[in-house]
């Protein structure tokens, strides 16, 4: 049982490094944690536990407690829903299976989208590895820095709101699990899953309501609630539901480096919240501090 004296807060629950889509490898990462004050932090990177050894390393030197995760790429109808997997065993096999298919599907899926933008603008696919760490899982932020890198956009933002959006053409979606599944599949492979910023801004994007007891009903641990992309009428719901059905609230910055303005530590969570995920993990342990 982890007591949650044990823990040292400020606690940022969600981040990502170059092993997905944010700028900093997993040991600058963590050295930018500590100079930001954090005691506890969670690597989340999409798709991936490739940062967790490294990241390891440079916590336990900042002294830092790392619990580490990742964030599963799924999706419900059209909506792209991300979620929070804590502390799962990295070498549970239906998971490695499942984002290995996951990763393989956004490599096929970001090639045409590189393809179809380089129909009209000067864009390759070595633009785009030049922008990406080896056995990085690939997304559309890295296709961001590659146009910017070649000056056809100031920065990942824009990049997002015209070329890269749904709506200009290029874009395609990649494979994904539902939910459900992803939740089950968490919970098999020891895990704690947390649906991440449930809220976001855009017509009907939550998910139904009757669907979030499901998850419930399935596992799911928590809400993602303190988080800058949920909008503030939404916290209001979504706190309802979490307190309806019994689920905790979390919050983080879902920091991506230089990638995205989100500043670590930005939104934090609670530290008997986090003790609450830790005592709930069979998978993996939390790495303390040296
Ligand atoms: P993908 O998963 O390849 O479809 O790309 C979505 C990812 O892009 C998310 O994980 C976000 O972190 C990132 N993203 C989405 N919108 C923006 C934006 N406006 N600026 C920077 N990054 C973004
Ligand atoms: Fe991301
Ligand atoms: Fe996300
Ligand atoms: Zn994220």
Do not use: C
Not at 58 to 67: D, M, N
Not at 151 to 162: K, M, P
Not at 253 to 258: A, E, I, K, N, P
């Amino acid at each position: 049982m982890v007591n949650a004296r044990d823990l040292q807060g400020p606690a940022d629950l969600h981040t990502h490094s170059s092993v997905s889509d944010g700028t900093e490898t997993p040991t600058q990462l963590m050295r930018a944690a500590g100079a930001a004050g954090l005691e506890t932090i969670a690597l989340t990177d999409h798709d991936s536990t490739a940062g967790w050894a490294e990241a390891a390393v440079e916590s336990r030197r900042q002294g830092i407690t790392l619990l580490p995760g990742m964030e599963l790429s799924t999706r419900y109808e059209w909506r792209s829903v991300h979620l929070l997997a804590y502390l799962v065993d990295p070498s549970n096999g239906a998971l490695v299976q499942e984002t290995a298919k996951i990763r393989a599907s956004r490599l096929s899926r970001a090639e045409g989208i590189v393809a179809r933008i380089g129909g009209d603008y000067p864009l390759s696919w070595d633009d785009v590895l030049a922008q990406t760490r080896e056995g990085a899982t690939v997304g559309r932020p890295h296709i961001a820095d590659a146009l910017v890198a070649l000056g056809i956009v100031a920065n990942r933002g824009e990049a997002f709101d015209g070329i890269l959006h749904p709506r200009t053409g290029y874009y395609a979606p990649h494979y994904a699990p539902d939910p459900l599944t992803a939740v089950r599949l968490v919970r098999a492979a020891g895990g704690v899953p947390v649906i991440a910023h449930p809220v976001p801004a855009g017509r009907d994007r939550m998910l139904p309501e009757s669907y979030f007891r499901e998850l419930a009903d399935a596992g799911l641990f928590g809400l993602e609630i303190d988080h800058r992309e949920n909008t503030e009428e939404g916290k209001v719901v979504v706190r309802r539901i979490a307190a309806e059905l019994g689920l905790v609230a979390t919050g983080s910055s879902d920091y991506h480096g230089t990638g995205k303005p989100n500043r670590l530590g930005e939104n934090t969570t609670a530290l008997d919240v986090v003790a609450r995920i830790v005592d709930e993990a069979t998978g993996s342990a939390p790495v303390l501090p040296d």
